[in-house]
Protein backbone atom coordinates (compact mmCIF):
# COMPACT_ATOMS: atom_id res chain seq x y z
CA UNK A 1 0.00 0.00 0.00
CA UNK A 2 1.53 3.70 -0.69
CA UNK A 3 2.09 5.58 1.81
CA UNK A 4 -0.45 8.16 2.82
CA UNK A 5 0.89 11.93 1.53
CA UNK A 6 1.24 14.21 5.10
CA UNK A 7 -1.03 16.94 5.64
CA UNK A 8 -0.21 20.17 7.00
CA UNK A 9 2.49 22.57 6.38
CA UNK A 10 4.36 20.06 3.75
CA UNK A 11 0.97 19.50 1.94
CA UNK A 12 0.93 23.02 1.12
CA UNK A 13 4.66 23.45 0.43
CA UNK A 14 4.01 20.72 -2.35
CA UNK A 15 0.90 22.47 -4.15
CA UNK A 16 3.51 25.57 -4.25
CA UNK A 17 6.45 23.85 -5.87
CA UNK A 18 3.81 22.36 -8.21
CA UNK A 19 1.93 25.58 -9.43
CA UNK A 20 3.75 27.77 -12.42
CA UNK A 21 6.22 30.07 -11.51
CA UNK A 22 4.94 33.52 -12.21
CA UNK A 23 7.54 35.82 -14.14
CA UNK A 24 7.46 39.78 -14.63
CA UNK A 25 7.73 40.93 -18.49
CA UNK A 26 10.92 42.49 -17.29
CA UNK A 27 12.60 38.88 -16.40
CA UNK A 28 11.09 37.37 -19.62
CA UNK A 29 12.27 40.56 -22.35
CA UNK A 30 15.45 41.30 -22.62
CA UNK A 31 16.13 45.02 -21.71
CA UNK A 32 15.63 47.60 -24.20
CA UNK A 33 18.68 48.48 -26.72
CA UNK A 34 20.48 51.71 -26.44
CA UNK A 35 23.09 53.06 -28.40
CA UNK A 36 26.50 52.81 -27.68
CA UNK A 37 28.42 55.28 -24.70
CA UNK A 38 32.12 56.10 -24.41
CA UNK A 39 31.26 54.63 -20.80
CA UNK A 40 30.26 51.05 -22.76
CA UNK A 41 33.57 51.46 -24.97
CA UNK A 42 36.13 48.92 -23.33
CA UNK A 43 40.01 47.73 -24.24
CA UNK A 44 40.11 45.67 -27.11
CA UNK A 45 36.65 46.02 -28.62
CA UNK A 46 36.07 46.52 -32.31
CA UNK A 47 34.80 50.35 -31.79
CA UNK A 48 37.67 51.73 -29.77
CA UNK A 49 39.60 55.03 -30.62
CA UNK A 50 42.23 57.09 -30.38
CA UNK A 51 42.08 60.78 -29.81
CA UNK A 52 38.74 62.52 -29.05
CA UNK A 53 35.75 60.67 -28.26
CA UNK A 54 32.29 61.77 -28.73
CA UNK A 55 29.14 59.41 -27.80
CA UNK A 56 27.86 61.17 -31.12
CA UNK A 57 30.74 59.22 -32.98
CA UNK A 58 28.77 56.06 -31.73
CA UNK A 59 25.01 57.06 -33.07
CA UNK A 60 26.06 57.35 -36.54
CA UNK A 61 25.80 54.00 -38.12
CA UNK A 62 28.75 54.51 -40.56
CA UNK A 63 31.18 55.07 -38.27
CA UNK A 64 30.06 51.96 -35.44
CA UNK A 65 31.62 48.62 -36.50
CA UNK A 66 29.90 44.92 -35.30
CA UNK A 67 31.38 43.35 -32.08
CA UNK A 68 32.56 40.07 -32.94
CA UNK A 69 29.82 37.20 -32.06
CA UNK A 70 26.97 40.54 -31.98
CA UNK A 71 24.19 41.92 -33.70
CA UNK A 72 25.38 45.13 -35.41
CA UNK A 73 24.63 48.32 -33.90
CA UNK A 74 21.82 50.58 -35.73
CA UNK A 75 22.56 53.12 -33.10
CA UNK A 76 18.32 53.69 -32.49
CA UNK A 77 17.71 53.86 -28.99
CA UNK A 78 14.03 51.63 -28.33
CA UNK A 79 11.17 52.67 -26.14
CA UNK A 80 11.14 50.64 -22.89
CA UNK A 81 9.49 47.37 -21.13
CA UNK A 82 5.69 49.56 -21.06
CA UNK A 83 5.83 51.19 -24.47
CA UNK A 84 3.54 49.14 -26.73
CA UNK A 85 3.98 48.90 -30.82
CA UNK A 86 1.55 49.61 -32.95
CA UNK A 87 -1.35 51.89 -33.91
CA UNK A 88 -3.59 52.53 -30.94
CA UNK A 89 -7.47 53.06 -31.96
CA UNK A 90 -9.40 55.12 -29.45
CA UNK A 91 -13.06 53.20 -29.92
CA UNK A 92 -16.43 55.20 -29.22
CA UNK A 93 -18.75 51.94 -29.45
CA UNK A 94 -18.45 50.86 -25.69
CA UNK A 95 -16.84 47.87 -26.19
CA UNK A 96 -19.09 44.13 -26.05
CA UNK A 97 -21.50 45.54 -23.15
CA UNK A 98 -22.62 48.76 -25.62
CA UNK A 99 -22.95 46.13 -28.46
CA UNK A 100 -25.06 43.81 -26.66
CA UNK A 101 -27.24 46.67 -25.63
CA UNK A 102 -28.00 48.78 -28.85
CA UNK A 103 -26.60 48.23 -31.79
CA UNK A 104 -25.77 51.40 -33.92
CA UNK A 105 -27.07 50.95 -37.43
CA UNK A 106 -24.71 52.71 -40.07
CA UNK A 107 -26.39 55.42 -41.67
CA UNK A 108 -25.85 55.43 -45.42
CA UNK A 109 -25.15 58.50 -46.86
CA UNK A 110 -27.09 60.22 -49.31
CA UNK A 111 -25.33 59.63 -52.88
CA UNK A 112 -24.59 62.76 -55.32
CA UNK A 113 -26.01 62.29 -58.57
CA UNK A 114 -23.80 61.04 -60.89
CA UNK A 115 -22.23 63.73 -63.66
CA UNK A 116 -22.56 63.21 -67.27
CA UNK A 117 -19.93 63.31 -69.59
CA UNK A 118 -19.67 66.04 -72.20
CA UNK A 119 -19.83 64.98 -75.95
CA UNK A 120 -16.88 66.95 -77.55
CA UNK A 121 -18.14 65.63 -80.83
CA UNK A 122 -21.46 66.74 -81.07
CA UNK A 123 -20.05 70.06 -79.69
CA UNK A 124 -17.44 70.63 -82.47
CA UNK A 125 -19.81 69.42 -85.63
CA UNK A 126 -22.53 72.05 -83.93
CA UNK A 127 -19.61 74.47 -83.93
CA UNK A 128 -18.60 73.86 -87.79
CA UNK A 129 -21.96 73.95 -88.81
CA UNK A 130 -22.59 76.80 -87.39
CA UNK A 131 -19.06 78.85 -88.48
CA UNK A 132 -17.00 79.16 -85.39
CA UNK A 133 -13.63 77.78 -86.04
CA UNK A 134 -11.43 78.99 -83.24
CA UNK A 135 -10.81 78.31 -80.01
CA UNK A 136 -12.47 81.47 -78.44
CA UNK A 137 -15.65 80.91 -80.56
CA UNK A 138 -15.68 77.07 -79.76
CA UNK A 139 -15.57 77.95 -76.19
CA UNK A 140 -18.46 80.59 -76.04
CA UNK A 141 -20.02 77.29 -78.38
CA UNK A 142 -19.53 75.10 -75.50
CA UNK A 143 -20.88 77.27 -72.37
CA UNK A 144 -23.98 77.94 -74.39
CA UNK A 145 -24.71 74.79 -76.10
CA UNK A 146 -23.54 71.85 -73.36
CA UNK A 147 -24.30 68.82 -74.43
CA UNK A 148 -24.06 65.28 -72.74
CA UNK A 149 -23.83 61.92 -72.96
CA UNK A 150 -26.96 60.04 -71.84
CA UNK A 151 -26.52 56.94 -69.14
CA UNK A 152 -27.38 55.06 -72.29
CA UNK A 153 -25.16 56.00 -74.67
CA UNK A 154 -22.30 55.93 -71.60
CA UNK A 155 -23.01 52.09 -71.58
CA UNK A 156 -23.18 51.28 -75.23
CA UNK A 157 -19.63 53.04 -75.33
CA UNK A 158 -17.78 51.02 -72.43
CA UNK A 159 -15.77 48.17 -73.88
CA UNK A 160 -16.65 44.99 -72.44
CA UNK A 161 -13.80 42.80 -70.96
CA UNK A 162 -12.24 40.57 -73.36
CA UNK A 163 -13.21 36.65 -72.79
CA UNK A 164 -10.48 34.78 -70.88
CA UNK A 165 -10.27 31.04 -70.48
CA UNK A 166 -11.51 28.79 -67.75
CA UNK A 167 -8.55 27.25 -66.64
CA UNK A 168 -6.56 30.49 -66.92
CA UNK A 169 -4.11 31.10 -63.95
CA UNK A 170 -3.22 34.14 -62.65
CA UNK A 171 -0.01 35.37 -61.27
CA UNK A 172 3.59 35.07 -61.95
CA UNK A 173 5.09 31.75 -62.57
CA UNK A 174 7.15 29.93 -60.18
CA UNK A 175 11.09 29.68 -60.02
CA UNK A 176 11.65 26.34 -61.32
CA UNK A 177 13.71 24.68 -58.15
CA UNK A 178 17.80 24.57 -58.05
CA UNK A 179 19.18 21.38 -59.73
CA UNK A 180 20.67 20.37 -56.57
CA UNK A 181 21.63 16.72 -57.72
CA UNK A 182 23.45 18.55 -61.21
CA UNK A 183 25.93 20.79 -58.63
CA UNK A 184 26.14 17.83 -56.17
CA UNK A 185 27.65 15.84 -59.23
CA UNK A 186 29.30 18.58 -60.90
CA UNK A 187 27.34 18.31 -64.33
CA UNK A 188 28.13 21.47 -65.21
CA UNK A 189 31.50 20.94 -65.31
CA UNK A 190 31.32 17.90 -67.20
CA UNK A 191 29.20 20.34 -69.72
CA UNK A 192 31.64 22.94 -69.80
CA UNK A 193 35.11 20.55 -70.51
CA UNK A 194 32.67 18.38 -73.18
CA UNK A 195 32.44 21.51 -75.06
CA UNK A 196 35.73 22.64 -74.66
CA UNK A 197 36.82 19.61 -76.07
CA UNK A 198 34.23 20.39 -79.21
CA UNK A 199 35.75 23.62 -79.45
CA UNK A 200 39.14 22.57 -79.89
CA UNK A 201 38.16 19.72 -81.85
CA UNK A 202 36.70 22.02 -84.63
CA UNK A 203 39.45 24.21 -84.56
CA UNK A 204 42.09 21.62 -85.31
CA UNK A 205 39.64 20.52 -88.05
CA UNK A 206 39.77 23.95 -89.42
CA UNK A 207 43.48 24.08 -89.04
CA UNK A 208 43.58 20.59 -91.33
CA UNK A 209 41.25 21.93 -93.99
CA UNK A 210 42.74 25.25 -94.79
CA UNK A 211 44.43 25.53 -97.86
CA UNK A 212 48.46 25.34 -97.55
CA UNK A 213 49.38 28.13 -100.08
CA UNK A 214 52.54 27.10 -102.12
CA UNK A 215 56.22 28.67 -101.54
CA UNK A 216 56.86 32.24 -101.93
CA UNK A 217 59.08 33.84 -104.20
CA UNK A 218 61.23 36.93 -103.24
CA UNK A 219 60.71 39.76 -106.00
CA UNK A 220 62.94 42.30 -106.75
CA UNK A 221 61.65 45.00 -104.75
CA UNK A 222 61.46 42.47 -101.44
CA UNK A 223 65.06 41.94 -102.15
CA UNK A 224 65.96 45.98 -102.46
CA UNK A 225 64.26 46.31 -99.35
CA UNK A 226 66.54 44.21 -97.53
CA UNK A 227 69.30 45.04 -99.03
CA UNK A 228 71.95 47.11 -96.87
CA UNK A 229 74.54 49.41 -99.02
CA UNK A 230 78.03 48.81 -98.03
CA UNK A 231 80.04 51.31 -96.21
CA UNK A 232 83.19 52.79 -97.19
CA UNK A 233 84.95 53.42 -94.25
CA UNK A 234 87.43 56.33 -93.79
CA UNK A 235 90.31 56.23 -91.47
CA UNK A 236 89.87 58.97 -89.04
CA UNK A 237 92.61 61.55 -88.79
CA UNK A 238 95.10 61.59 -86.01
CA UNK A 239 98.18 63.84 -85.27
CA UNK A 240 101.38 62.39 -85.81
CA UNK A 241 102.70 62.12 -82.39
CA UNK A 242 99.40 61.01 -81.04
CA UNK A 243 99.31 57.87 -83.51
CA UNK A 244 101.19 55.53 -81.74
CA UNK A 245 99.54 56.59 -77.86
CA UNK A 246 96.73 53.98 -76.97
CA UNK A 247 93.52 54.43 -75.70
CA UNK A 248 93.40 55.24 -72.10
CA UNK A 249 89.34 54.58 -71.60
CA UNK A 250 87.61 51.54 -72.44
CA UNK A 251 84.00 51.58 -71.56
CA UNK A 252 83.60 47.47 -73.01
CA UNK A 253 83.51 45.06 -71.21
CA UNK A 254 85.41 42.54 -73.74
CA UNK A 255 87.23 43.22 -77.08
CA UNK A 256 84.23 40.93 -78.46
CA UNK A 257 81.77 43.63 -77.36
CA UNK A 258 83.42 46.66 -78.78
CA UNK A 259 83.39 44.83 -82.05
CA UNK A 260 80.48 43.81 -81.85
CA UNK A 261 79.34 47.91 -81.19
CA UNK A 262 81.81 49.01 -84.03
CA UNK A 263 80.12 46.70 -86.52
CA UNK A 264 76.45 47.92 -85.76
CA UNK A 265 77.45 51.35 -85.70
CA UNK A 266 78.99 50.77 -89.12
CA UNK A 267 76.09 49.18 -90.47
CA UNK A 268 73.53 52.04 -89.65
CA UNK A 269 76.22 54.60 -91.32
CA UNK A 270 74.58 55.17 -94.34
CA UNK A 271 71.06 56.27 -92.80
CA UNK A 272 72.34 58.41 -90.01
CA UNK A 273 73.19 62.04 -89.83
CA UNK A 274 76.28 64.29 -88.87
CA UNK A 275 79.91 64.19 -89.87
CA UNK A 276 80.58 61.02 -87.94
CA UNK A 277 77.14 59.10 -88.56
CA UNK A 278 76.17 59.76 -84.88
CA UNK A 279 73.05 61.50 -85.09
CA UNK A 280 69.29 60.87 -86.00
CA UNK A 281 67.91 58.42 -88.35
CA UNK A 282 67.14 59.74 -92.26
CA UNK A 283 64.06 58.08 -92.14
CA UNK A 284 61.59 57.31 -89.73
Known amino acids: MPEARSSGPDLTRWRKQQQPVRRTVSQV ?4 RRPLTVADIRSGMENERLGVVRDSMFQNPLIVKAELGKPRERSYSLPGINFNYGLYIRGLDGGVPEAIGRWNVFKQQP ?4 ELTRNYIAMNRGAVKAGLVTARENLLYRQLNDIR ?3 QDDR ?3 KEPPPLPPNMT ?3 RARPSTPFFDLLQHRYLQLWVQEQKATQKAIKLEKKQKVVLGKLYETRSSQLRKYKPPVKLDTLWHMPHFQ ?4 HLDTFPTEADRQRALKAHREECAVRQGTLRMGNYTHP
Open 29 to 32: CPPP
Open 111 to 114: TCPH
Open 149 to 151: ISD
Open 156 to 158: RMK
Open 170 to 172: FGI
Open 244 to 247: KVGR
